[in-house]
């Protein structure tokens, strides 16, 4: 079919089926992939780090998204800033992708030279009329909540992170993440289109055969179940899981902790997001292996290990935080095929390796996870480009808010005028 024949975007996604997946050319096709990164990844908020990535004065850490550059620094008073990775000379990318530390930011090309405030410092061969204050670096939109760091390169970004920062800054307050350290990271190239890794993690339909680690502490009626057409056995599951969170809430909340869900998913709000405090099974301590913790020394200043688990999605990242880690998953779009997956496992600044922690029994939940849903996500993607595809119904008890991301993308786009 050429290019002339594709349905437009916007047509395609409106075509859908209440309560039905996207058609398949939606995971495909270059121009979609185009205008996904356009909108949902340079016209939004995103994730694109934590602080731990920028932990002293003079570090830096470079993020690529599409053909957008942004450097993230820390300066010298302490603070974080983001800034377009293009010189203001001829526009020589300054760094490539990756963490480094710099004494200033020094252009590889002619050597223009930016202190970390994003002043252009130095030059040579410009004349007696140039003016280097209208040559510092081009700031990106920053916004630190918690430990996250999320950037918008548009001019005008979403005033509704305000809603997130409002909401989620006093759920991280007592956990200190600003003061933590990365103790593992990893990256995973995943065979599908974005959107599948993000319904994918919208759903834990998947996650009793998917995820045999995960669920040793993940309850899966956490996830959004509904009773409505549940068999008998489910609906008693679904109704031990709420009398437990009933009495697990009460018990936080009587500490001061926030933990009723709070929702953000429809179509009108552009920083898309969902927090709530989750119950963790058996021990109720951490994400680990035999639900304990899997770090001595917890976050923040507390002494309290069944904390539960403070989880918060966006529109391309999750995030788990409990007593003694967090844990924080973001993607990147790379092609219509391709998203890295990025995760960080962070302890408190002062715990040490070998005596706090044991690195393989803080992440061989999530590592495993991670790669299961890589699995998933290839099959998933290939499935979609069979010619015999056609999207089924989502499930109405537990596939509820892919539903709702979905709305949630095709609103964007007709905000956006697709």
């Known amino acids: ?98 963490k ?8 590889p090309y002619h050597q223009w030279t930016y202190d970390l405030d994003g002043a252009l410092r130095h030059t040579k061969y410009m004349g007696k009329d140039f003016d280097a204050t209208c040559r510092n670096l081009l700031p990106v939109h920053l916004k630190v909540v918690g430990t996250h760091v999320f950037v918008c390169f548009a001019d005008e970004p979403p005033a509704d992170i305000a809603t997130l920062e409002e909401t989620m800054a006093p759920r991280f307050a007592p956990y200190g993440l600003q003061n933590t350290r990365i103790a593992f990271e990893s990256e995973i190239v995943e065979d599908g289109n974005w959107k599948l890794v993000m319904e994918n993690n919208r759903e834990c339909y998947h996650c009793e055969a998917g995820h045999p680690e995960l669920t040793m502490s993940f309850v899966a009626e956490s996830t959004g179940s509904s009773a409505d057409d549940m068999d008998e056995e489910s609906s008693q599951a679904l109704d031990a899981y709420n009398k437990l969170n009933a009495d ?68 391309n990242s999750w ?14 779009p790379l092609t219509p095929e391709k998203t890295l997956v990025r995760t960080k496992w962070l302890v408190h600044a002062d715990a040490v390796e070998g005596v706090d922690y044991d690195v393989k029994k803080l992440t ?41 991301f979905v709305d949630w993308y095709g609103a964007r786009l007709k905000a956006h005028g697709v």
């Not at 209440?18 to 908020?45: A, M, N, Y």
């Not at 999530?366 to 290839?378: E, F, G, M, P, Y």
């Not at 595809?389 to 539903?403: K, L, M, W």
């Open 248 to 315: 697990c809430q009460k018990d936080w909340e009587s500490q001061g902790l926030l933990c009723t869900a709070v929702e953000a998913l429809s179509g009108d709000v552009a920083t898309h997001f969902r927090t709530q405090r989750l119950v963790i099974a058996g021990h109720g301590e951490s994400q680990t292996m035999d639900t304990k913790v899997a770090c001595q020394k917890l976050l923040g200043d507390s002494t309290r290990r069944d904390l539960g688990d403070t989880h918060m999605w966006t529109h």
């Open 1 to 98: 079919m050429s290019e002339a024949q594709l349905k437009p975007l916007g047509e395609l996604v409106r075509s859908r089926e209440p309560g039905c997946g996207l058609p398949g050319e939606v995971f495909s096709r270059q121009d979609v992939f185009d205008t996904d990164v356009d909108i949902f990844f340079q016209k939004h908020w995103i994730v694109v780090g934590v602080t731990a990535d920028v932990p002293e004065p003079g570090d830096v850490s470079v993020v690529d998204i599409g053909k957008a550059s942004v450097i993230i620094v820390r300066d010298d008073d302490e603070g974080i800033r983001a800034y377009r990775n293009v010189c203001r000379h001829r526009g020589a990318r300054l760094k490539e992708a990756g």
């Open 319 to 332: 995030t788990h935080v409990m007593s003694d880690h967090a844990m924080i998953s973001w993607i990147i």
């Open 364 to 404: 061989e939940v999530w590592v495993a996870t991670n790669a299961q849903d890589a699995s998933l996500v290839a099959i998933n993607h290939r499935g979609a480009q069979d010619p015999g595809y056609i999207p089924g119904p989502y499930s109405p008890i537990t596939e509820t808010y892919v539903d709702q």
């Open 100 to 107: 480094s530390t710099v004494g200033m930011l020094v252009c």
